[in-house]
């Protein structure tokens, strides 16, 4: 059974940093690109970084690039979120999520989600 | 970055009957890479439809995706109870994915 589950999200201040951890189960991790992708309160979702399989070709949302960095080990089957000089903005629930195909260069659509873990940005 | 709009904002509707979402893009989704995902309140999002118009692994017959181009529409035939929830399309086919802003499908 495949399975993801965030860890890391708490309430920060501005101008802080955080890092979010997803821990995979079920699949062969290394195989698939994954992405984070974030939920305002009440609000859509929006994509805001994606990843290969290898680790080799991230992207970014304009929103965080230069901000955020997502990186991933495999040895430990975790894929990282990396947050930096946070907002109130960026305040949000925050799901890694698995690409649907393999050995796909990025991620493109998701077949399997983790449960989020919420970061509030707040002074 | 295509900007994906989604309507109407909220469809109500009573089970059995027929639902229709629209997703419009700004620009031409290519190789038709647009999805559909469903999400219920507390949940994560449930791939519905990947390639516009292919249903994911275990999704009803129900649920139908098509389009093309700049226009694409999730077509629910008969709407189940468990199927009131937000609807969300994505586009992935550039390098900055992006996500509409949702459709509620509501109880009348």
């Known amino acids: 059974e495949v399975q993801l589950v965030e860890s890391g999200g708490g309430l920060v201040q501005p101008g802080g940093s955080l890092r979010l951890s997803c821990a995979a189960s079920g699949f062969t991790f290394r195989s698939f690109a994954m992405s984070w992708v974030r939920q305002a309160p009440g609000k859509g979702l929006e994509w805001v970084s994606g990843i290969s399989g290898s680790g080799g070709s991230t992207n970014y949302a304009d929103s965080v690039k230069g901000r955020f960095t997502i990186s991933r080990d495999n040895s430990k089957n975790t894929l990282y979120l990396h947050l930096n000089s946070l907002r109130a903005e960026d305040t949000a629930v925050y799901y890694c999520?698995?690409?649907?195909?393999?050995?796909?260069?990025?991620?493109?659509?998701?077949?399997?989600w983790g449960q989020g873990t919420l970061v509030t940005v707040s002074s | 970055e295509i900007v994906l709009t989604q309507s109407p904002g909220t469809l109500s509707l009573s089970p059995g009957e027929r639902a229709t979402l629209s997703c419009r893009a700004s620009?031409?989704?290519?190789?038709?890479?647009l999805a559909w995902y469903q999400q219920k309140p507390g949940q994560a999002p449930r791939l519905l439809i990947y390639?516009?118009?292919s249903r994911a692994t275990g999704i009803p017959d129900r649920f139908t995706g098509s389009g093309s181009g700049t226009d694409f529409t999730l077509t629910i035939s008969r709407l189940e109870p468990e199927d009131f929830a937000v609807y969300y399309c994505?586009?992935?086919?550039?390098?900055?994915?992006?996500f509409g802003q949702g459709t509620k499908v509501e109880i009348k």
């Open positions: 994505q586009q992935y086919g550039s390098a900055r994915q992006t």
């Open positions: 999520a698995k690409d649907r195909g393999v050995f796909r260069s990025y991620p493109l659509d998701y077949d399997y």
């Open positions: 620009h031409s989704v290519s190789s038709s890479y």
């Open positions: 390639g516009a118009s």
